[in-house]
T-cell receptor
Framework: DAKTTQPTSMDCAEGRAANLPCNHS???????VYWYRQIHSQGPQYIIH???NNETNEMASLIITEDRKSSTLILPHATLRDTAVYYC????????????FGRGTSLIVHP | EAGVAQSPRYKIIEKRQSVAFWCNPI?????LYWYQQILGQGPKLLIQ????????DSQLPKDRFSAERLKGVDSTLKIQPAKLEDSAVYLC?????????????FGQGTRLTVV
C-alpha cells in the first residue's frame, strides 16, 4: 500500500471550513483514498473514500488532485464535536481490505 | 442497526496475568478485525478473520496472543501472560465483506492497563 503523510496537528475555528491535507505521492492506479476519524475514547469512524473523482457525503467532501498524489478532506462547517484525530489511508482495490492506520492529524476545533 | 459490541470496557491486570476480550460484530458481517492501539499511535492490525478462518495474523505476537472466532460470529482475543508493553486499547472492527469498497465499523474498544 502507498504510504501517506499528514500534518501532526491542525486547528480550526468553529463554523469555519476545516481542510485536512494528505500526501500520497506513491499511490498506484488501483488504490483508493479513505478517511477515518477517531474521537477521544472511541473507535475510528469511517468518513469518506474515493478513487479519482471528488466525493461528497453528509459528513465531508474529499478532493483528490488530478495526479492523485494528494487529497484534502473538507469539513465545511466545523463544530466542536469534529475535534478528533483524522486518518488518511490508501488501500488497493484487489485482495484483502485491511485498514492500516498511521498517526493521523489531530484536529482541534476551537470556539 | 446495533454497532460492534466489545467487553469489558476497561481492564487492569498485573503483569504475567491472563486477560480475554470479547467482541460481537455487526450482524451479518463476515469480516472481523482486532487492532491494538498504543497511546499516541494509530491502530495496528493484529488479526483478521473471514467468517471463522484467519486471513492475516502476521502481526499477532503468537507467543502470548491468541484469538478465535469459532462460529464465525463472536470473537475473543486473549493475552497470556501479559507484559507491561501490552497496555493499550484493543479495538474490534467488522465489515460486511472483505473488499476495498466496504467500510469497517469499529467498537469502542477495551482499555487494558498492565501494572
Amino acid at each position: 500500500d502507498a504510504k501517506t503523510t499528514q500534518p501532526t496537528s491542525m486547528d480550526c475555528a468553529e463554523g469555519r471550513a476545516a481542510n485536512l491535507p494528505c500526501n500520497h505521492s506513491t499511490i498506484s492506479g488501483n488504490e483508493y483514498v479513505y478517511w477515518y476519524r477517531q474521537i477521544h475514547s472511541q473507535g475510528p469512524q469511517y468518513i469518506i473514500h474515493g478513487l479519482k473523482n471528488n466525493e461528497t457525503n453528509e459528513m465531508a467532501s474529499l478532493i483528490i488532485t488530478e495526479d492523485r498524489k494528494s487529497s484534502t478532506l473538507i469539513l465545511p462547517h466545523a463544530t466542536l464535536r469534529d475535534t478528533a484525530v483524522y486518518y488518511c489511508i490508501v488501500r488497493a482495490s484487489g485482495g484483502s481490505y485491511i485498514p492500516t492506520f498511521g498517526r493521523g492529524t489531530s484536529l482541534i476545533v476551537h470556539p | 442497526e446495533a454497532g460492534v459490541a466489545q467487553s469489558p470496557r476497561y481492564k487492569i491486570i498485573e503483569k504475567r496475568q491472563s486477560v480475554a476480550f470479547w467482541c460481537n460484530p455487526i450482524s451479518g458481517h463476515a469480516t472481523l478485525y482486532w487492532y491494538q492501539q498504543i497511546l499516541g499511535q494509530g491502530p495496528k492490525l493484529l488479526i483478521q478473520f473471514q467468517n471463522n478462518g484467519v486471513v492475516d495474523d502476521s502481526q499477532l505476537p503468537k507467543d502470548r496472543f491468541s484469538a478465535e472466532r469459532l462460529k464465525g460470529v463472536d470473537s475473543t482475543l486473549k493475552i497470556q501472560p501479559a507484559k507491561l508493553e501490552d497496555s493499550a486499547v484493543y479495538l474490534c472492527a467488522s465489515s460486511l465483506v472483505m473488499t476495498h469498497n466496504t467500510e469497517a465499523f469499529f467498537g469502542q474498544g477495551t482499555r487494558l492497563t498492565v501494572v
